[in-house]
């Protein structure tokens, strides 16, 4: 799968993204979708966050519970079917599915990429 690149941004806009592992405590399927998976996630903060995404029809919500992802974390919070979602979980679309990235061994919830 191919995409056309999306336009150049400077360096001082990349380092206001706020890009951590979290480690996901709890995943289901939103009822009444196909598509979206609402997921707790651990970010190194008091509480864990909600985020609802896209990615049930490539990934078993049972699959995910105890995986580390990258999400960022300052992405302004948007309600998904009634669901205030709170970050954004960065993964791999391919002709397949979705594919999740995720550190080669495991690290701290809420440790920063830079």
């Known amino acids: 799968m191919t995409k056309e690149q999306k336009s150049e941004i400077s360096y001082e806009y990349f380092t206001k993204l706020d890009i951590r592992i979290g480690t996901i405590v709890s995943a289901e399927k939103v009822e009444g ?6 997921c707790s996630v651990a970010l190194g903060e008091d509480e864990p966050r909600t985020v ?21 974390c ?6 998904i ?12 679309e391919t002709d397949n599915g979705f594919v999740l990235l995720h550190p080669n061994k495991e690290v701290e919830a809420g440790t920063s990429i830079v």
């Open 33 to 38: 979708t196909d598509k979206l998976i609402k």
């Open 52 to 72: 609802v995404s896209g990615l049930a029809e490539s990934i078993d919500p049972e699959d995910l519970v105890g995986k580390q992802c990258p999400y960022v």
């Open 74 to 79: 300052n992405l302004a919070p948007r309600v």
């Open 81 to 92: 079917r009634g669901i205030e979602s709170q970050g954004m979980i960065l993964a791999i």
